[in-house]
């Protein structure tokens, strides 16, 4: 498996509140990406990176920040967490934007009440 | 934009019989193509996955797809499904010169009975 960290791995926290998940990688990959899994979705992308300090939007990206100061490490937060937010949260890595696969991580499952 | 199609959100057989997963993409440039399974509880891995060449390629686990560009598909298959397959399966897209990223299905859950 990739070496690819993501934590907390489990996550209950109340409407309202600043949320941050982790994602860690050990492989040097350029290209970093947050995902969340939803049922009837499908994975949708959140926000991705190329490198450090930059960033783009995915489809889903409302409501959501991201920041990458070094390669290994990619933030999400939630600014203000709402219901619909619950979600199980996946973090990938790639090594280019096309042309290979993506190696993901175990995933968050964030509930927010 | 791309665009993803998994028809079959649910998929019921049972030990031994033949699979197919139908997935369709809407693009119309070169695209790169990948099928992704997700065992309960855990993180996605790749299947098998599609570059160019052989429309025909082979994954881990007796999984197969093949490529046919005049319909956009890329459907999955395996001859005799275990136990074991039961899991989600995802296609995605990855399109060329597209500024989108990796492109998911909405995934099709097959459970395979003992």
């Known amino acids: 498996d990739a070496g690819i960290t993501q934590s907390p791995r489990h996550k209950v926290t109340e409407t309202g509140t600043p949320v941050t998940l982790r994602c860690h990688q050990t492989?040097?990959?350029?290209?970093m990406y947050w995902y969340r899994q939803d049922p009837g979705h499908g994975l949708r992308l959140i926000h991705y990176?190329?490198?450090?300090?930059?960033?783009d939007k995915g489809e889903v990206s409302d409501g959501y920040s991201v920041s990458r100061s070094k390669t290994e490490d990619f933030l999400l937060t939630l600014e203000s967490a709402t219901s619909s937010q619950t979600s199980v949260y996946f973090c990938a890595i790639s090594e280019s934007r096309t042309g290979t696969e993506a190696f993901f991580g175990q995933g968050t499952r964030l509930t927010v009440v | 934009a791309q665009s993803v199609s998994q028809h079959n959100h649910h998929v019921i057989l049972s030990e031994a019989a033949s699979l197919e997963l139908g997935c369709n993409y809407s693009?119309?440039?070169?695209?790169?193509l990948f099928w992704y399974v997700q065992y309960p509880g855990q993180h996605l891995q790749l299947l098998l996955k599609y570059f160019s060449g052989d429309p025909l390629v082979k994954g881990i686990k007796g999984f197969e797809a093949e490529f046919i560009k005049s319909k956009f598909s890329f459907n999955l298959r395996k001859p005799s499904v275990q136990w074991s397959d039961t899991a989600e399966y995802f296609c995605?897209?990855?399109?060329?010169?597209?500024?989108?990223?990796?492109?998911f299905g909405s995934g099709t859950q097959l459970t395979v009975l003992p």
């Open positions: 995605a897209v990855n399109a060329l010169g597209s500024a989108r990223q990796l492109t």
């Open positions: 693009y119309g440039g070169t695209v790169n």
């Open positions: 990176s190329y490198g450090v300090k930059d960033t």
């Open positions: 492989e040097n990959h350029r290209y």
